[in-house]
């Protein structure tokens, strides 16, 4: 359970930063502006929608790779 929210959580930052650049430079400033914002009518919580979805397929590709990977060791 740890790692799997450890690999939500890396994901949710690479795709913030590489979305929004200037998180870096101004993190206060882009968080203020978290609530009036909307993404594919999302809304404000289109970062973790978004974060979700990503984590999803990556948990659909690891688990055809675990698959994959199972026919090989027999």
């Keep these: 359970m740890k790692k799997e929210l450890l690999i ?3 994901l ?3 795709l913030a930063i590489a ?3 200037d998180l ?3 993190p206060i400033e882009r968080l203020s502006q978290l609530p009036t ?3 594919y009518g999302v809304g ?4 973790i929608v978004f974060s979700l979805i ?3 397929l990556l948990w659909i590709f690891r688990g ?10 027999k």
Excluded: D, E, M, N
């Excluded at 404000?44 to 970062?47: L, R, W």
């Excluded at 055809?64 to 060791?73: A, D, L, N, P």
């Design 24 to 26: 870096l430079s101004s």
């Design 12 to 14: 949710f930052l690479i």
């Design 8 to 10: 939500y959580l890396t």
């Design 64 to 73: 055809i790779f675990r698959v994959i990977k199972s026919f090989f060791k």
């Design 44 to 47: 404000f919580i289109h970062p």
């Design 37 to 39: 914002a909307g993404a």
């Design 54 to 56: 990503a984590y999803l």
């Design 19 to 21: 979305q929004h650049p």
